[in-house]
């Protein structure tokens, strides 16, 4: 299979583990008409973080004009500084819709009958890597997001201010590049702890429930067998070693808790229940086995947006690992 080398041992309840070449899979045949759709997306993904990452916020601007409204040049400062930021702020929303498009084309592809979703993995190693390109990006950026308090306050002036404007009739140019239903899905968006996580977890259950003809397995399958390729890779040297590039390890870990995340969002019972197809106490011992400050993130992640953490069917030991 080239870039993909079954791991025969370790299994849990005869769950299939896999090496996956996150590096260097590429797309066969059967996979280009759908890889190219999500690439098409993917490839604006570093962009997106990189004008996050740089996001500074119009904090002073906006405390200045709050402490003297009377004061129109510090007014039109405050609403100079907010516009350009929410319009940044739109296309990071606009593109969690293009995600959520992108991750619903793999699902179809890695779940769709007669191949079982390992078939699919296996198969389809560059769609697999896609899929994982876009856990990375969403951990990724919901991190930075958490880290930018000034994101809520500046669309919240803004929302203030046209208000205020659309009384006084004036300064409404602006909202016809965000108009109030633009503005109104903006707002749920960014209120979340993790915008984009949220997005991708209602992508999922969404497709579940469109797909009635799937059985659910498919999907929950799907997930629970990326989530163990990633931790063979991350607690096996000899795999750890085959990586060429040194942020693949991190890249492993957020795949992991992406999909962790999202079958437990999708399977009835949960990712930590004793049934579930998931090693949770190996998962969380192979991040806590990492420098803390590269993880505590991603252990964050874990504790507060996933839904069955705190059900009475978690065994205490996976519940303490995590406190």
Request: hydrophobic share 35%; charged share 25%; net charge neutral.
């Amino acid at each position: 299979m080239g870039n993909l080398l079954k791991v025969l041992t370790r299994d849990i309840e005869n769950c299939p583990h896999f090496f996956l070449d996150f590096e260097n899979a590429q797309p066969t045949e059967g996979e280009r008409e759908v890889w190219k759709q999500v690439n098409s997306v993917l490839q604006d993904s570093d962009s997106i973080l990189s004008g996050l990452q740089s996001y500074k916020g119009a904090g002073q601007e906006i405390r200045d004009a709050i402490q003297k409204p009377n004061d129109a040049l510090l007014q039109d400062r405050a609403w100079n500084s907010v516009c350009p930021l929410v319009k940044k702020l739109k296309v990071f929303y606009s593109f969690s819709l293009r995600l959520e498009e992108a991750l619903q084309s793999l699902l179809e592809s890695l779940t769709c009958p007669p191949g079982s979703p390992t078939q699919h993995l296996e198969r389809e190693q560059a769609l697999a890597k896609q899929f994982a390109e876009i856990l990375h990006f969403t951990l990724r950026f919901d991190e930075l997001k958490m880290r930018s308090p000034a994101i809520q306050n500046d669309f919240s002036y803004y929302r203030r201010t046209i208000s205020r404007n659309r009384i006084n009739n004036k300064n409404l140019d602006m909202e016809k590049e965000v108009n109030n239903e633009m503005a109104n899905r903006m707002s749920l968006f960014y209120a979340e702890a993790t915008p984009m996580l949220k997005t991708l977890s209602t992508a999922t259950t969404n497709f579940v429930s469109e797909n009635k003809t799937l059985p659910l397995e498919n999907t929950t399958d799907c997930l629970s067998t990326m989530a163990s390729v990633c931790k063979v890779m991350l607690e096996t040297p000899d795999y750890t070693s085959r990586f060429s590039r040194d942020d693949t390890l991190l890249f492993c870990m957020r795949v992991m808790v992406g999909v962790i995340i999202l079958y437990d969002h999708v399977h009835p019972n949960g990712a930590f229940n004793k049934s579930s197809k998931i090693d949770m106490k190996g998962c969380i011992k192979v991040l806590k086995d990492q420098p803390a400050d590269s993880v505590e993130g991603l252990l964050n992640a874990l504790k507060f947006t996933t839904k069955h953490l705190n059900d009475e069917s978690t065994p205490k030991n996976i519940r303490s690992m995590l406190q």
